[in-house]
């Protein structure tokens, strides 16, 4: 059975960091292009971080933003540093299992992941 579980999220307080983690199961994720994806309520879908299989990673919101990934535990992550009241979301982390180009040329092809987490809540407030 495929499946991404998100996890690390929380109540933290501005100025504070976080590592989301996203545990595969059912295949190697090192396989295939991994992103990270966040939404606040009312508002669209933000494109964050991916790392494509061979482990060219793409940062598509700045150095506070870092993805990773553990082959030996098939788990990615998002490293978050400096948290703002404008980084509460749920974060999402999805696998482009079927080859296509989500995570090249320097660019993230949201359209190209289809297989999502449930997602991890992350507020940040005082």
């Known amino acids: 059975q495929l499946q991404l579980v998100e996890s690390g999220g929380g109540l933290v307080q501005p100025g504070g960091s976080l590592r989301l983690s996203c545990a595969a199961s059912g295949f190697a994720l090192d396989h295939y292009a991994i992103g990270w994806f966040r939404q606040a309520p009312g508002k669209e879908r933000e494109d964050i971080s991916c790392i494509s299989r061979i482990g060219n990673a793409i940062d598509n919101l700045g150095s506070r933003f870092f993805i990773s990934r553990d082959n030996a535990k098939n788990t990615v992550y998002l490293q978050i540093n400096s948290l703002e009241p404008e980084d509460t979301a749920v974060y999402y982390c999805?696998?482009?299992?079927?080859?296509?180009?989500?995570?090249?040329?320097?660019?993230?092809?949201?359209?190209?992941?289809?297989?999502w987490g449930q997602g991890t809540q992350v507020t940040v407030s005082s």
């Open positions: 999805a696998a482009d299992l079927e080859g296509g180009p989500s995570c090249t040329n320097g660019r993230i092809m949201s359209a190209f992941f289809g297989s």
